[in-house]
C-alpha cells in the first residue's frame, strides 16, 4: 500500500504477528491517504490489514480509510472469527472500522464481506 519495497520499510524479516508492538510505520503516507488527499476520493477497505494494529494509529481508519470491515491480524477462522497466533493466543478479530463485530459468528467472511462491498 506504500508502493516500497518492504525491505525499504522495515519490515522484510518476517510478516507482522498479532503480538507485534509496532506495525507499518507511520512515517509511510499510505495510497488511500494520496487519494483523500489530492482527489477527494472515498476509501474503504474489507477483509484482511495486516500491517499492525498495537496502536490506533496503525489501524485502516488511522491510515487513510473511511471505513474498514474486516480483520486485523494475517488470518482469522471465517466461520467464528478467531484468530490465534503462532503461540496459541486465540481471541475475535472481526471489525467495523474501531468496533469489534460480534453479531458474526456463523456467517462466513466472504459472504459477510460481499455484502459489505454491496452496501458501501
Not at 500500500?1 to 507511520?26: D, K, W
Not at 490489514?49 to 474486516?70: I, M, N, Q
Not at 466472504?110 to 452496501?119: A, G
Amino acid at each position: 500500500m506504500t508502493g516500497v519495497h518492504p525491505i525499504h520499510t522495515g519490515l522484510q524479516n518476517l510478516v507482522l504477528i498479532s503480538a507485534s508492538p509496532t506495525g507499518l510505520p507511520l512515517d509511510f503516507k499510505l495510497w488511500p491517504q494520496y487519494l483523500k488527499q489530492r482527489h477527494n476520493y472515498a476509501t474503504h477497505i474489507v477483509g484482511k490489514w495486516h500491517l499492525g494494529f498495537a496502536r490506533k494509529e496503525y489501524t485502516p481508519t488511522y491510515r487513510g480509510f473511511d471505513s474498514h470491515v474486516g480483520y486485523w491480524g494475517g488470518s482469522e477462522y471465517y466461520y467464528n472469527h478467531t484468530h490465534c497466533d503462532i503461540n496459541g493466543h486465540c481471541g475475535h478479530d472481526f471489525r467495523h472500522n474501531m468496533d469489534i463485530i460480534t453479531n458474526g459468528s456463523g456467517v462466513y467472511s466472504t459472504d459477510y464481506f460481499t455484502d459489505r462491498c454491496l452496501h458501501i
